[in-house]
Structures are given as C-alpha cells and as structure tokens.
C-alpha cells in the first residue's frame, strides 16, 4: 500500500494523551493516529453520500406524499 505523510500540529494535552495511550497499547501514535482517522472518515462518509443520494432523489422529484409522511408521524406519534 502506498502512503502519503501529513502534517499536523496536535494541542500539546492531546499530543501528552496519545504519547501516554500509544506506551499503554505498545502502538506507536502514527498507528493510533491512522485508526482514529480511519473511524471519523468512515464515519463522516457515509453522511456525504446519503446527502448526495437525496439530493439526487429530490431532484428527481422522487418525494413522499403528503399521506405517507402523516402515516410516518401517525406511526411514530408526532
């Protein structure tokens, strides 16, 4: 796998956390780092893509019906 470097300034309170995480773990912080990125990416990703999605679906005017969403509402009690 090819790898690109960046580079960071961390807060020094958070650089002292990974520095102590990464001797509790036996990791080294580019290892936490890389993990800890890896999950925020994941996480953050699939959001874009749903908000991409439905603006694809509204702009093909692909819309719930006034009936469907007060079947939502009456379903859930809002």
């Given at each position: 796998?090819?790898?690109?470097?960046?580079n960071?300034?961390?807060p020094?309170?958070?650089?002292?956390q990974?520095?102590?995480l990464?001797?509790a773990?036996?990791?080294?912080?580019?290892?936490?780092?890389?993990?800890?990125?890896?999950?925020?990416?994941?996480?953050?990703?699939?959001?874009i893509?749903?908000?991409?999605?439905?603006?694809?679906?509204?702009?093909?005017?692909?819309?719930?019906?006034?009936?469907?969403?007060q079947?939502?509402?009456?379903?859930?009690?809002?």
């Amino acid at each position: 796998m090819a790898a690109k470097t960046i580079n960071v300034r961390l807060p020094e309170a958070l650089y002292n956390q990974m520095e102590e995480l990464a001797k509790a773990t036996a990791r080294t912080k580019s290892f936490l780092t890389i993990d800890a990125l890896t999950d925020y990416v994941q996480r953050e990703s699939w959001q874009i893509r749903d908000i991409h999605e439905g603006i694809a679906e509204a702009n093909a005017g692909e819309f719930a019906t006034d009936d469907q969403v007060q079947a939502v509402f009456a379903k859930y009690g809002a």
